[in-house]
Structures are given as C-alpha cells and as structure tokens.
C-alpha cells in the first residue's frame, strides 16, 4: 500500500502530468498524421482510378495532388473543381439549348424563304409570258393597223382612179348625146316628112340596123340617144354605189383602227404594269436569294459551333456528372466521412 501510494504521488505529479500531455500529444499527432496519410492515399487511389476511367487529365491531376498537398488545399481544388464543371454543365445546356432554337428558327426561315422563292418563280414565269403574249398581241394589231391604212390608200387611189374613168366616160356619153341631138335636130329641120330610110348610115352604127325600119335614120339616133342616156344613167348609178361602197370601208376601216388602236393602247398599259410588276418581282426574287444565301451561312455557321456539343452532349455531360461525384467521394475520404480512413474529420 505505501509503495502504491508512493507511485501515485509520483504519477500525479505536475511534473510527470505535463510529460504524459506531451507524450499523449504526440502520440495522437501520430495517430492523426497515419489517419491522414491513409485517407489522402485512399482518396489518390480513388481519383487515379476514375481518372482512368473517365479518361480525364483534371482527375489524373488532382490524384498527384491529393499525395502530396494538404487537406485544405486539396479540398480547395475539389470545391473549384466541381464548380468549374458544375458551371461548365450549365453552359453547355445553354448552348445546346441554344443551337437547338437556332437550328429550328433557321430552318423555319429557310422553309418560309424557299415557298417564297418558288411563289416568286412562279410569278416571273407568268409575268414573263403575259409580257410576250400582249408584245405579240400589239404587235399584230399594230400590223393590222398598218394593212388597214394601206387599204385605205390603195382604196382611196382605186376610187380616185374609177371617178375619174367614170367622168370621161359621163363627158364621152354627154358629148355623144349633145352631137347626136345637133344632128337629129338638124335633119328634122331639113327633112320634114322625108323618108330617111335610103340615107347611107354612118360609119359605127351598123348595130343599129335592126331599128331601121321603125323611124329611118332619125329614129336610130333617136334610140342612140335614148341608150346614151341611159348609160349616163347606169353610170351615175354605178359611181354613186362605188362612192358609197368606198365611204363605208373607209368607215368601216377607221373605226376598225379606231378600235385596234384602242386596245393597242389598253395592252400597252398593261403590259407597262406587267414589265413593273416583273421588274419588282425580280428584285424581290434576287433579295429572296440574298436571305437564303445568309441563312444557309449561318446554318453552316451553326453546325460548327453546335455539332460537336449536340453529338456529344449526353456523353459530356454524363462524364462531368461522374467527374463531380469522383471529387465529392473523394472530398468525403478526405474529410473522413468515407473510405478506409472514416471516422475521423
């Protein structure tokens, strides 16, 4: 009993309290610095790994430096690291999201600008056409027009020349009559009651033989006159039908350009809206071609900056999502929440 009394004074000495503190101490600080070092090569291990796995050089990184670095550092660069790729998870929704808006407006646009074009087209081709058909069309009724006229000159000259056939033949038939009557004036002044009928007839009246026996010589000149007016008559009549015959297709024929050049003039206006109309379609159809040019750059566009992410997405975004719960598994060893070396934080 004295000697165990003796050994508890000396065990509960100041002396020999403050050298057990400083050998608990570090025996603890050794305790603590295996625990670490254990949890550190667990968390290496368990990066080095994943990095293999998910091929990544970030992962691969940050497993030398879990070896090596302090906790706080370390799990400084896990925290950044997450971040870093959290935010890079993000921007890539953004971007596909984006490339997806982009792809579909431009393709709409394209869809929108091509009906378009075709409509465009469609209305060239038929401006185009109705452009030459009225050009064919004015240029027969100008055609027409032009024959119209020289109808009328020729008829103009045609009539001219008859009317003057007809006064010759009128003054030749009035002249006959006027010497005819002189001379029949002047045998019934002569002969009164005289029988003419052995009287030698003169030269060109041998046609008129047959009447010798109802009135002699008298009485054919007689009939002579009597045809020569008749003639004058006939011709009078004739020229009268002619002249009219010639007023009506002037008549006829001026209303006719009248009317030609009438609609001359109304296919002209409507060939002049036609031609405005084509001019305005074309301009419209070349800015058309403009706007499917540039969308078809920006599709292009799109596709180089879009199809790797679009192609890629699922695989990229799962990596980084495996990437992120590598880091926090390893964090967790790291904090000891996990792994072999757990229990202590």
């Given at each position: ?11 509960n ?9 400083k050998?608990?101490?570090f ?44 906790f706080?550092?370390?799990?400084k660069?896990?925290d ?47 401006l185009?056409?109705k452009i030459?058909?009225?050009?064919n ?35 030749e038939q009035?002249?006959?009559?006027q ?6 004036e002047?045998?019934k002044?002569?002969y009164?009651?005289a ?9 060109g ?5 047959k009447n ?23 011709a009078?009549r004739?020229?009268?039908d ?38 305005e379609?074309?301009t ?9 040019t540039q ?15 679009m ?20 964090k967790?060893i ?12």
């Open positions: 009993m004295a000697a165990t009394s003796k050994a508890l004074e000396i065990l000495s100041d002396e020999s309290q403050q050298m057990f503190s050998t608990f101490a025996i603890e600080e050794q305790e603590t610095a295996k625990m670490q070092t254990t949890r550190r090569l667990s968390a290496s291990k368990l990066l080095s790994a994943l990095a293999k796995k998910l091929n990544s050089p970030m992962l691969s990184a940050l497993a030398v430096r879990a070896r090596l670095d302090s706080t550092r370390v799990k660069a896990i950044d690291m997450v971040a870093e790729l959290t935010a890079q998870n993000a921007d890539e929704i953004k971007h596909k999201d984006f490339c997806v808006d982009e792809f579909n407006t431009n393709a709409q646009q394209t869809q929108t600008k091509e009906g378009e074009k075709k409509d465009l087209a469609a209305k060239i081709a038929d185009t056409a030459e058909e009225l050009t069309a004015i240029d027969t009724l100008k055609s027409e027009v032009k024959e119209l006229q020289v109808q009328i000159k020729h008829g103009g000259e045609d009539r001219e020349l008859a009317n003057q056939e007809f006064q010759v033949a009128i003054s009035r002249a006959t009559q010497i005819l009557q002189k001379a029949l002047v045998l002044g002569f009164k009651g029988s003419m009928a052995q009287v030698t007839q003169p030269a009246f041998e046609s008129y033989k010798e026996k109802s009135g002699g010589v008298m009485g054919m000149m007689q009939t002579i006159i009597d045809d020569a007016k008749k003639m004058e008559t006939e009078i004739a020229e009268e002619s002249q009219k015959a010639y007023e009506d297709f002037v008549k006829e024929s001026n209303n006719s350009i009248e009317t030609k050049n009438k609609d001359i003039a109304n296919k002209a206006e409507v060939k002049a809206q036609a031609e405005a109309d084509l001019t379609a074309k419209t159809m070349e800015a058309t071609e403009l706007e499917l969308l078809s750059n920006m599709n292009g566009e799109l596709h180089k900056s879009c199809d790797y992410v192609a890629n997405f699922d695989a990229r975004q799962s990596a980084r999502t495996a990437e992120i719960e590598a880091l926090r598994q390893a967790a790291l904090s000891g929440s996990g792994g072999k070396g757990g229990g202590a934080k």
